[in-house]
């Protein structure tokens, strides 16, 4: 599988950042929405270097090599609460070699280590087996389904829900 890493953003980034969300091929067949403007990710990164209290946006590299990225942004979950919903996209090459799982594994332990959250989510659409079975490795629980959530490529689309906890994860090795 090789040795999968997170790391931020840099500004010679951007231009395969930018390739890796707006183009059909990198994207789909499940994270293809239609063209957005070209230089959004360079203007999140010129205003917070893609790192927030909201959100963010971490690199996969294997070894040396950039394959993809991870993203998380806040979600509310009552007056005073909230989690994170992640998410991955690795181009096309790096898919079905266990470094998706890997980096959202890297990914829940980043979160966890550096935030307050209790729990993580994601969701992929309900045809997605692969996505499905890479965060059931990576240690997140399933939840359900979620009838007509998205709207992708012309049709309302069903979704997969999962779920992981704080104290689900060993975070021990930290310190």
Same mark, same amino acid.
């Given at each position: 599988?090789?040795?999968?890493?997170?790391?931020?953003?840099?500004?010679?980034?951007?231009?395969?950042?930018?390739?890796?969300?707006?183009?059909?091929?990198?994207?789909?067949?499940?994270?293809?929405?239609?063209?957005?403007?070209?230089?959004?990710?360079?203007?999140?990164?010129?205003?917070?270097?893609?790192?927030?209290?909201?959100?963010?946006?971490?690199?996969?590299?294997?070894?040396?090599?950039?394959?993809?990225?991870?993203?998380?942004?806040?979600?509310?979950?009552?007056?005073?609460?909230?989690?994170?919903?992640? *998410?991955?996209?690795?181009?096309?090459?790096? $898919? !079905?070699?266990?470094?998706?799982?890997?980096?959202? =594994?890297?990914?829940? +332990? /980043?979160?966890?280590?550096?935030?307050?959250?209790?729990?993580?989510?994601?969701?992929?659409?309900?045809?997605?087996?692969?996505?499905?079975?890479?965060?059931?490795?990576? *240690?997140?629980?399933?939840?359900?389904?979620? $009838? !007509?959530?998205?709207?992708?490529?012309?049709?309302? =689309?069903?979704?997969? +829900? /999962?779920?992981?906890?704080?104290?689900?994860?060993?975070?021990?090795?930290?310190?």
């Amino acid at each position: 599988m090789g040795d999968v890493a997170l790391r931020p953003v840099r500004e010679d980034d951007l231009a395969a950042l930018e390739w890796l969300i707006n183009e059909p091929e990198t994207t789909a067949p499940h994270n293809w929405w239609g063209w957005r403007k070209p230089d959004r990710m360079t203007r999140r990164w010129e205003e917070s270097g893609l790192l927030g209290e909201e959100q963010g946006v971490l690199l996969v590299d294997v070894g040396a090599e950039l394959i993809g990225f991870v993203s998380w942004h806040r979600v509310e979950t009552g007056p005073s609460s909230h989690c994170f919903e992640i *998410g991955v996209n690795l181009q096309p090459d790096a $898919r !079905g070699h266990g470094h998706g799982t890997e980096a959202q =594994r890297l990914l829940v +332990r /980043y979160l966890f280590a550096h935030t307050q959250v209790n729990r993580l989510e994601a969701g992929t659409e309900l045809d997605n087996v692969a996505e499905q079975r890479a965060l059931e490795k990576a *240690g997140f629980t399933g939840e359900g389904v979620l $009838r !007509g959530y998205t709207f992708r490529n012309g049709r309302w =689309r069903d979704c997969a +829900r /999962y779920s992981i906890l704080r104290d689900e994860v060993d975070l021990t090795d930290l310190a």
